[in-house]
């Protein structure tokens, strides 16, 4: 038998035997389509992946930016030898026409250089390039992988299967690992700094190192050592997928957090020798008046508007409070005076 021949028949053997041992037979392994691919332009995109959720209109405009100091980015980089997320993210995002994506990389540098260019009247008079055409970011999304590598064992225990058969079945078997990636997105309001959206998502696929292993049969094993690399990226890939996935569900039935005396002005959590005026009276700047006027406003009180507190007023109160995931007290308590003059 050629060695070519024999290769094939050991690889299939092995492969096979492993894959019945561990129960992974339905798992893929290596090749395989990435998850994420195509193309964007606009709000139309071609190639994107079929469970990438979509949104009928965009929820407005979105920056990317990674933290390229945290160590997660220095094993992507410098371990798997895999560029920037930025672009992988950026694809994803516009595809799912749930934000338009607005660039803060190393474009931005590049229309910078041409407005200094205009600045400085090197450009034609026709070019309109100038002040006031930049679009602002509404949110900042910003990427992170935690990475985990559980290499498998086995190949002891098929090491005396069929005599040289078995040591290379072991071997394929003590190469087999679990790669996973777990990836998370934060999701920032420019304008305010609240975080407004966190989600995680992971993925898992199985890699066999048999670099190794083909050396023993001449050349040939260089392209499948490399190949042994691919799974890691299409794996961070399928995690991002997951992760944007469960941020748009969740944006999707976005209801802002609300805070009585409204955010950032003290807070509810009395610190010892603090004053805070937000953590007892906040209902007291917002007066009965004036919940019931705008209670008016939104169809729920019929009475007269007299500051007094009545049977009508209560009723307008409770409704309010349901209808907003309030406590239903029916009285004009500082969460809800906060929520109503938020409306």
Known sequence: MRVNQLKSCLLALGVSTVLTLTGCADMQVGGGKNPVGGSAGGATSTGA????????????????????????????TGQYHLPSTVPLIRLMVQQSNCFVVVDRGQAMNSMMGERNLAASGQLRGTSNMGGGQMVAADYVMTPSIQFSQNTGGGGAALAGVGGGYGAIIGA????????????????T?????????????????IDFGMGGLLGQFGSGGGALGAYSQTPEGKVIAAAFLDSFNQMVKSVREYAPQRVAGGLGAGGQLGVDGASNPNAAGAASSYSLS????????????????????????????????????????????????????AR
């Not at 309001?189 to 696929?205: E, F, L």
């Open 49 to 76: 992946a079929k469970t990438l959720e979509h949104c009928d209109h965009p929820l407005g405009t979105m920056a990317v930016e990674e933290n390229t100091g945290d160590p997660w980015y220095a094993v992507l």
């Open 189 to 205: 309001d420019t304008r305010s700094g609240v975080q407004v959206a966190a989600s995680q998502g992971s993925a898992k696929n």
């Open 172 to 187: 394929i078997a003590g190469s087999m690992k679990s790669s996973e990636a777990s990836t998370t997105m934060m999701l």
């Open 290 to 341: 004036d919940a019931q006027r705008k209670l008016t406003d939104l169809g729920l009180y019929t009475s007269k508007v007299d500051g007094l507190p009545g049977p009508g007023t209560s009723r307008a109160l409770s409704t309010f409070q349901k209808a907003n995931g309030l406590p239903v007290t029916g009285q004009l308590d500082a969460a809800t005076a906060s929520a109503l003059q």
